[in-house]
């Protein structure tokens, strides 16, 4: 029976991976930009999750992530309690987005059918108008459903040379002020001069990276223009265990998938693709630049976050964790302290950044990879200080929440605030109140917070464990 295609799902996907290198204290390899929320309470991935369940409500989303954060991943959903299914696919290696994309287009076309429409998004951009996203969505769907690839092209206020950019072609539909173009072709990161005339032209558009198309449309055109990662991507997926959850196709066939961004191995090359220029509140959060963009300022042009103190600064992004930050007579800088680092860099100096975190990764240093603040079940653990050997951490539990404190002879634990239970395990439960060492034990205890307010512990342990 051949599938109506008005009839044919739509399924949000989200690619989760990358480092974030640019944004680094606060994003690090085993803590990336997405999953830290650096704007409001909830992750980057959290509220790209959200906003794909907002335009399709009743849709199931898919995930691809990185297998080495199966774990805040995983959390980090089921914090959200979505009432739609939540597929997650872990890649045992990044090989970059054309492996991703082609990895969830083969779990759709298998789940859902080939004609199974994917919204590709990722995980680390912020939307601020999403309806005006959705509106250029449904104007794309019916030519998707056909078979066209569609992109949204942000309408362009800038010279920027960090971004890709769209040549718009002749218009195939109109809804109100948005309209469906052929996209004549993609143009790589251009040079200064370049993109002013990119934007003079008032003909171009910033990639944003976001595609909708069929499932199987993908595969084909993967298969026409890339042949040897449709080839590898098929091999891997074929040698995947189904019974193993979530899917995580094996090392080695995963390792063989050529690297390539999906832009680079099929969008520059079909002759299917679609854009819709819109302006949604785009940005892919790449740098402090951009994040001091985004953010709330004072009148000295002044992004704080924290205890700061600013005596004649200007235009500056100032962050910190837990320890006061004060600055003086300084101009657009990134300052941003955590319980184990410091970064003080030129807002637009990004590349300078990434140059140091390779520094910093070249050296072995644990700061490049490991956040300051480890997300959990029952609250999180946040680095406040290392000092002659020893490591001081913040540990908050959620009220109601529990949390099993492993057998560690040489930790100590103080009570700081709120109030709970130590059930150790043996014996009469100790109550929890502000002040209280707990001494050292090699047994194991499961610490309960109770009332209305975080139970706040600092532990004290050697530097290492």
């Known amino acids: 029976m051949v599938c109506d295609p008005r009839d044919t799902p739509v399924i949000g996907v989200v690619l989760a991976g990358g480092s974030g290198t640019r944004l680094w204290p606060l994003s690090r390899a085993e803590a990336p930009k997405h999953l830290v929320p650096l704007l409001g309470d909830r992750s980057l991935f959290q509220q790209t999750l959200l906003r794909l369940h907002r335009a399709l409500p009743t849709s199931p989303l898919v995930v691809v992530g990185a297998a080495a954060q199966a774990k805040p991943l995983a959390q980090q959903i089921a914090a959200l309690e979505l009432p739609v299914v939540v597929e997650l696919l872990l890649e045992p290696q990044g090989r970059n987005t054309a492996a991703a994309v082609a990895l969830a287009a083969r ?152 690297e390539a961004p999906i832009d680079k191995a099929v969008m520059e090359h079909s002759r299917r693709m679609r854009v819709v220029p819109c302006d949604p509140g785009w940005s892919d959060l790449g740098s402090y630049r951009a994040l001091f963009e985004v953010a709330a300022r004072d009148a000295e042009g002044l992004a704080t976050r924290g205890e700061v103190v600013a005596e004649d600064a200007h235009d500056c ?78 540990l908050r539990i959620e009220p109601g929440a529990r949390f099993a404190l492993p057998p560690a002879p040489q930790a100590h634990y103080l009570v700081l605030a709120g109030e709970g239970l130590a059930r150790p395990a043996e014996g009469a439960p100790l109550r929890l109140v502000p002040g209280m060492p707990l001494p050292p034990a090699d047994d194991g205890r499961v610490i309960e917070a109770g009332g209305i307010e975080p139970l706040v512990l600092l532990e004290v342990g050697p530097a290492g464990e």
């Not at 084909?220 to 979530?246: C, G, K, N, S, Y």
């Open 107 to 258: 779990f759709i076309a298998e789940r859902y059918g080939g004609e199974g429409v994917m919204w590709v998004c990722p995980s680390d951009h912020r939307v601020a108008r999403p309806e005006v996203l959705e509106a250029a969505f449904r104007l794309a769907l019916p030519e998707v459903r056909q078979g066209a690839i569609a992109t949204f092209g942000i309408a362009p206020d800038r010279p920027e040379t960090g971004f890709g950019w769209i040549e718009l072609g002749p218009v195939q539909a109109r809804e109100g002020d948005l309209a469906l173009h052929v996209v004549e072709r993609f143009l790589e990161k251009p040079d200064a001069a370049t993109a002013e005339r990119l934007l003079a032209s008032g003909r171009y558009v910033w990639n944003s990276g976001m595609f909708v198309m069929r499932a199987d449309v993908l595969l084909a055109e993967l298969a026409r223009h890339a042949p040897e990662i449709h080839r590898a991507v098929a091999a891997a997926f074929a040698a995947t265990d189904r019974r193993r959850q979530p899917l995580t196709p094996p090392a080695a066939a995963y390792g063989a998938i050529p």
């Open 317 to 394: 992004l100032l962050h910190t964790e837990g320890r006061l930050l004060a600055v003086a007579g300084v101009r657009e800088l990134a300052v941003v302290a955590t319980g184990d680092a410091v970064l003080v860099a030129r807002l637009d100096d990004a590349e300078g950044v990434r140059r140091l975190v390779r520094r910093l990764q070249a050296a072995g240093r644990p700061e490049a990879r490991r956040p300051a603040v480890e997300l959990a079940p029952w609250g999180c653990r946040r680095l406040q200080a290392v000092v002659a050997g020893w490591t001081l951490h913040e």
